[in-house]
């Protein structure tokens, strides 16, 4: 980037979010001759966004040290929504099995109130999960298409993984599985070498931030077994 232009006043428009964090290794800018010190400014409104989705999402990166593109700190201060919205809905289950009925019924009352399917995303932590809901929504009566490298369908509810929502939007979402296996991934952080581990938990968190503002209008979260830590001491309704 800096090899396109001089450097001069306005010579480059970078936007980023330290937040959303989601691959690799963080970059310094100045390294790269890209000088960003007294030059940046946050920008904290949020219109897509209901205030209370955005409140739980940053409150999934409380606690954890975020840097910015010249390894500053970065905060969530300030962040605000110009939307508002029923807050997200956390459910509980008994079992995987009482879990995938418990997202069945979450999907079925959305489209009885004439929510277009394709604006309805499940997000999961990985693939297999991906493949298992729509496997246990199309059982249970509910037409709904796994999204990877293919373009939304018109029609359908969507099922993605996480990282492949990254720079997606839906009115209504649903975070699936997130217990304490696959939220930080358990077989993703074993093969982080020990000096890693730390860097590799702060994007297991990113992703799930990233995940959780993918909505516009409605988050659910449901998990079996133990909730994931990740979720904090949010309350459960």
Same mark, same amino acid.
């Given at each position: ?9 306005? /010579? ?19 390294? +790269? ?11 904290? #409104?949020?219109?897509?966004? $209901? ?5 739980? %999402? ?13 390894? &500053? ?11 508002? &919205? ?11 099995? /009482? ?28 693939? $297999?999960?991906? $493949?298992? +809901? ?9 037409? %709904?298409?796994? #999204? ?12 993605? $993984? ?7 939007? +839906? =009115? ?40 959780? =503002? ?10 079996? &077994?133990?909730?994931?830590? #990740? ?7």
């Amino acid at each position: 980037m800096r090899a396109l232009v001089e450097e001069g006043p306005n /010579d480059l428009f970078i936007a980023e979010d330290s937040h959303q964090r989601i691959y690799g290794q963080p970059v310094v800018l100045s390294r +790269f001759g890209i000088k960003i010190i007294g030059r940046s400014r946050r920008l904290t #409104l949020n219109y897509r966004t $209901t205030a209370q989705n955005l409140h739980f %999402a940053v409150s999934i990166l409380s606690g954890a040290d975020y840097k910015d593109l010249e390894q &500053g700190n970065e905060s969530t201060e300030d962040y605000r929504s110009a939307r508002l &919205g029923p807050n997200p809905e956390l459910l509980e289950c008994d079992s995987v099995p /009482d879990e995938l009925d418990k997202v069945a019924e979450k999907v079925r009352s959305w489209l009885d109130d004439d929510v277009d399917p394709s604006t309805i995303a499940i997000l999961t932590r990985g693939k $297999t999960d991906r $493949t298992q +809901f729509v496997r246990a929504l199309g059982e249970r009566g509910i037409d %709904a298409r796994a #999204l990877e490298d293919n373009p939304a369908t018109i029609g359908h509810v969507q099922v993605l $993984t996480m990282h492949r929502s990254k720079g997606m939007e +839906f =009115s209504r979402v649903l975070l699936a599985g997130i217990d304490d296996t696959h939220v930080p991934s358990a077989a993703t952080l074993r093969t982080v070498p020990e000096e890693e581990q730390a860097e590799a938990l702060l994007r297991e968190r990113s992703l799930l931030y990233v995940a959780a =503002s993918r909505a516009r209008d409605e988050l659910v979260v449901t998990w079996s &077994g133990k909730r994931s830590e #990740l979720l904090g001491t949010t309350s459960v309704s």
